[in-house]
């Protein structure tokens, strides 16, 4: 799954579980392809729109994106997976310091560090 993919099923995802009734036209440009930069400002948005949600609420929605393989409302408060977005975005790693950022996002993923050359 792409990223713009991740980053619709987010939000579309967050409206469901918010159970705003968001009409097929309003939910259009969210269902159409367009700039991943799009995306990205609308999920962080969204992701904003939740902060009054409480600690439950929030670890509810994590889990439930989770299972869908998307990014969690914690993840899209934090500044470091939004650095991680930016870079795999750009699919080329130029320093030590993306490495390690990339590495410990993958190491969350599946438990075990990755080597370089992965």
């Known amino acids: 799954m792409g990223?713009?993919?991740?980053?619709?099923g987010f939000i579309l995802t967050t409206y469901e579980f918010a159970g705003l009734g968001v009409s097929d036209e309003s939910l259009a440009p969210i269902k159409a392809d367009?700039?991943?930069?799009?995306?990205?400002?609308?999920?962080?948005?969204?992701?904003?729109?939740?902060?009054?949600?409480?600690?439950?609420?929030i670890e509810e929605l994590d889990l439930l994106l989770l299972s869908k393989g998307l990014p969690t409302i914690t993840q899209m408060y934090n500044k470091n997976y939004q650095k991680f977005l930016s870079?795999?975005?750009?699919?080329?790693?130029?320093?030590?310091?993306?490495?390690?950022?990339?590495?410990?996002?993958?190491?969350?993923?599946?438990?075990?560090?990755?080597?370089?050359?992965?």
Do not use: W
Request: with cysteine; charged share 30%; aromatic share 8%.
């Open 34 to 57: 367009g700039p991943v930069t799009g995306f990205r400002m609308a999920a962080r948005d969204c992701a904003e729109c939740y902060e009054d949600f409480n600690s439950k609420q």
């Open 3 to 8: 990223e713009v993919e991740k980053l619709r």
């Open 87 to 118: 870079l795999i975005s750009k699919s080329k790693i130029k320093t030590d310091e993306q490495f390690s950022l990339l590495n410990s996002f993958v190491t969350e993923q599946n438990g075990k560090l990755a080597s370089i050359e992965e």
